[in-house]
Structure formats: structure tokens, C-alpha cells
């Protein structure tokens, strides 16, 4: 299972496998990796060197969003003392190593299911002084539950939707817990928004359809997971179910408005490109022409020359913690 960039939402830039679990919030269509990684299969038909890089962009413009979410868990009245965390579906260790800094004192283990980005996450943390608090897991759920160990904090960034029972992972991770310690569930929040409702070519709408195409590929992702199970996302309500005290729900924005820099006009061109190739058929034909134009770098009312491109998407934090 995999979450990548962030933690974030049902996106395109994804197979529809379990691959990912810190990705971004929705940008359309699961198809994507999150900014994170992999949490069950990992998905041996991508190109990680490909991806890797594109999870690791997404997550870093989201930064903010996910220190401003660490620093709020660490502020609560009821933060545990953290000494251990794991980052479950971490992809590329971004928000791993983010986790690092804002609690310094604790081992941080970034999980994940594909080797190449724990290979990311690892040099990250070498980079960024944090190697000798930081480990990598290789590791698939809900099998290897029992490899993850305890720990004070779990951070799940849009990796639970990609085990199949999330009410019996949310148990899993809650058996994992020491007494005081704290799930932190991002799932949900705002689809991605990068252009104008009416672009001036094709029909008015794309990136609502494009996000309606991606949420008709996460069902289908949902439903071939193994032991797939259809869950109301009351999320407070599951933390009670599987005996956590509900501790909060808030959610965090990332807003660069147009003219974009460099790096977030580069990463909104791939991460569309990505969304085209994983929806595909989903699309119409006229959406796929449209598309075509957008990513066209001659096209002057493509994406790399437009001045209304711009990147704007939240993303929610359900805190649970054990009593």
C-alpha cells in the first residue's frame, strides 16, 4: 500500500494499485502515488525513477501543510512525548523526515512497500542530518503489522484507503500504539484545483470531470483490493469503534495562486501529464484533446505559457489517540 506525497487524496498520479500512500490531496483520479509510497503491492509495472521524483516535488510544495499539521499534533494538551513514529505508506520520506525535525527526540520509520522509494526516503534523511533517528521498512499491509513495532505517533497519509478492511487496520494500528500515543489519519479534504472553471478551449469543467473520472477509478481500486470491505468514512466515529479517543479533525491549506514559480508550474505539468496517461478511456474525447493541447509546450494555451495556472487543495487530519 502506498500513499506517497503527502498524504493526499484520491489523485491520478497513481496506478490504481495500492501503491502509494503520501500523495497529494486529490488531484484527479487515484491514480496516482501520493506523496508517499507504497503500503501492500508494490505495483512492479512503474517506473519509480519516473515517479519518485514527481511524488518527492508534490510533497515538498505541500510542506507547509504538513508541518503546520505536525506542529499542531505536537501543541495539543494531550500530545504524547514522542519518541517513536511511523510513517505509514512514506514513499519518497518527505513528510518522514518533516516528522524528524518537528519531533526531535523520536526514531522516525518511514514504511513502505516499494524499495525504490525507501531508497529516496533514506537519502533524504541523510541529506536533511537525520540518519542516526531514521529507519526504512520495507513492509506490506496488513501482513506485516507485526514488523511495525510500537510507537507514540503513526502518521497514515492517504494510506488506509488502500487496505482493503480499513476498520481492521485502524485496529491494527491502534493495538500499535503506546498508552497516550496517537493516529494521525489524512484522508479527504479538497480535490486539486490548477485552472480556471473555463479555460477558453473545450467545454467548461474539465478538472470537475477529470476528478469525476478518478473517483470512478478508486472505486474500482477500492473494490479489487483484497477483502474490500465498504466503509462509511465517519472517521471519528472509526477511531471510537476500535477504541481511540477521538482527538480533532482540522484541515490544511496549500495556496500558490497564479503566476506560478517555476518548480509548482513544472510539477502542475506533471502531475497532469501523469493524470492523462492513468485516466485515459475515462475521459472523453474531447477532454483528451483539450488535454493534449494543455501539456503541448508550443501551444500557447498550454500549461507551461498560461498566467491563470495556479494550485490550490487542502488537506484533512483526523486525530485519534489511545486512552
Not at 474539465?206 to 476528478?211: K, Q, Y
Request: aromatic share 4%.
Amino acid at each position: 500500500m502506498s500513499s506517497h506525497a503527502g498524504h493526499g487524496h484520491h489523485d491520478a498520479h497513481a496506478p490504481a494499485t495500492p501503491v502509494n500512500a503520501h500523495t497529494p490531496a486529490h488531484t484527479p483520479a487515484h491514480a496516482h502515488a501520493h506523496a508517499h509510497g507504497s503500503v501492500g503491492d508494490p505495483a512492479t509495472d512503474i517506473d519509480w525513477d519516473v515517479l519518485g521524483p514527481l511524488l518527492e516535488q508534490e510533497a515538498e510544495l505541500g510542506g507547509a501543510q504538513y508541518e503546520e499539521a505536525a506542529r499542531w499534533i505536537a501543541a495539543l494538551p494531550t500530545a504524547p512525548d514522542v519518541r517513536r513514529v511511523l510513517d505509514i505508506g512514506s514513499g519518497p520520506g518527505v513528510v518522514s523526515c518533516l516528522l524528524a525535525a518537528v519531533f526531535p527526540e523520536a526514531e522516525v520509520v518511514a514504511v513502505d512497500a516499494t524499495p525504490a522509494l525507501l531508497d529516496r526516503a533514506e537519502n533524504r534523511a541523510r541529506r536533511l542530518g537525520v540518519i542516526d533517528r531514521f529507519q526504512t521498512l520495507e513492509a506490506e499491509l496488513p501482513e506485516d503489522f507485526g514488523r511495525l513495532g510500537e510507537a507514540d505517533l503513526i502518521w497514515a497519509g492517504n494510506s488506509l484507503h488502500h487496505l482493503g478492511d480499513q476498520r481492521a487496520a485502524l485496529a491494527g494500528f491502534a493495538g500499535l500504539l503506546r498508552p497516550g500515543g496517537t493516529v494521525a489519519l489524512v484522508e479527504g479534504g479538497l480535490p486539486t484545483r490548477r485552472l480556471p472553471r473555463d479555460i477558453g478551449i473545450g467545454q467548461p469543467g474539465l478538472e470537475a470531470r477529470m476528478g469525476a473520472a478518478a473517483a470512478t477509478r478508486f472505486e474500482h481500486m477500492r473494490s479489487e483490493l483484497p477483502g474490500a470491505k465498504r466503509e462509511t468514512e465517519d472517521w471519528s466515529a472509526l477511531f471510537t469503534a476500535v477504541g481511540l479517543v477521538p482527538q480533532g479533525t482540522r484541515s490544511f491549506l496549500l495556496d500558490l495562486p497564479a503566476p506560478l514559480s517555476r518548480p509548482a508550474r513544472d510539477h502542475v505539468v506533471a502531475s497532469i501529464t501523469r493524470e492523462r496517461e492513468v485516466l485515459g478511456e475515462l475521459l472523453t474525447a474531447e477532454d483528451s484533446a483539450v488535454l493534449d493541447r494543455l501539456l503541448d509546450p508550443e501551444d500557447p494555451e498550454g500549461l507551461h505559457h498560461r498566467p491563470d495556472v495556479h494550485l490550490l487543495t487542502a488537506r484533512t487530519v483526523h486525530l485519534g489517540r489511545r486512552g
